[in-house]
């Protein structure tokens, strides 16, 4: 089955702590994306990668980093900088170089800090 | 900056009624605009998308309206079904962007049987 899966579903984190999500797609999609969904906020884009080896600040950027060695993956690293990380995290995937083509969605982490 | 606001952020239907979320957009360079739909502990999912060079798109029982000189779409769900019951989101992006998507704030809708 084609599709992106995010790992692990739960994710608990003490303060001071870095723990890395990972997102790995099988749809040969170039582009990648992280989002950060709220309650009451929608999704707001932390960092996306049109291509490997190269990344963009999204939206909400601060506390976060990611990597591209590999087509089919973009880890998220949540680092002891952001300040607010409870939260769920959706990695999607997209055809580049299309007009405005469809996002896939993974199925989340839920973060949580304890 | 929220550049895509969205309204109601809940809505209660009772089954076979018309469900009808809006969305307002600022970006006048913003040229796709989809709905997203998703399940609790899920991932949202396409639901139905529209151009600005039409005014409506229909798929089923749903469809989007479109107002480019309002900047207003919405989303408007027929003869709804308790399988509905989901929180729906609009979003917009701009064709240089892909799919790098704005999102308004989602609206739960729940279907009553």
């Known amino acids: 089955d084609g599709g992106i899966t995010q790992s692990p579903k739960y994710l608990f984190r003490k303060e001071g702590q870095n723990v890395t999500l990972s997102c790995e797609q099988n749809l040969n999609h170039d582009a990648m994306y992280w989002y950060r969904q709220d309650p009451g906020q929608g999704l707001r884009l932390i960092y996306y990668?049109?291509?490997?080896?190269?990344?963009q600040k999204g939206d909400i950027a601060e506390g976060y980093s990611v990597s591209r060695e590999k087509k089919e993956s973009f880890p998220l690293t949540v680092t002891s900088a952001q300040k607010n990380p409870t939260a769920f995290y959706l990695c999607?995937?997209?055809?580049?170089?299309?007009?405005?083509?469809?996002?896939?969605f993974g199925q989340g982490t839920r973060l949580t800090v304890v | 900056q929220q550049q895509v606001k969205q309204s109601p952020q809940s809505l209660i239907v009772q089954k076979g009624g018309i469900s009808i979320i809006n969305c307002a957009y600022e970006?006048?360079?913003?040229?796709?605009f989809p709905w997203y739909q998703q399940f609790p502990g899920k991932g949202p999912a396409l639901l139905i998308a529209?151009?600005?060079?039409?005014s409506e798109k229909k798929e089923g029982r749903f469809t989007i309206s479109f107002n480019k000189s309002a900047k207003q779409f919405s989303l408007h769900i027929m003869d709804s079904q308790p399988g509905d019951s989901a929180t729906y989101f609009c979003?917009?992006?701009?064709?240089?962007?892909?799919?790098?998507?704005?999102f308004g704030e989602g609206t739960q809708l729940t279907v009553n049987p």
């Open positions: 999607a995937s997209s055809r580049r170089g299309a007009m405005n083509t469809e996002a896939f």
């Open positions: 979003a917009a992006s701009k064709e240089t962007s892909g799919s790098r998507l704005t």
């Open positions: 529209i151009r600005p060079d039409v």
């Open positions: 970006n006048t360079a913003f040229d796709y």
């Open positions: 990668s049109q291509i490997v080896n190269d990344f």
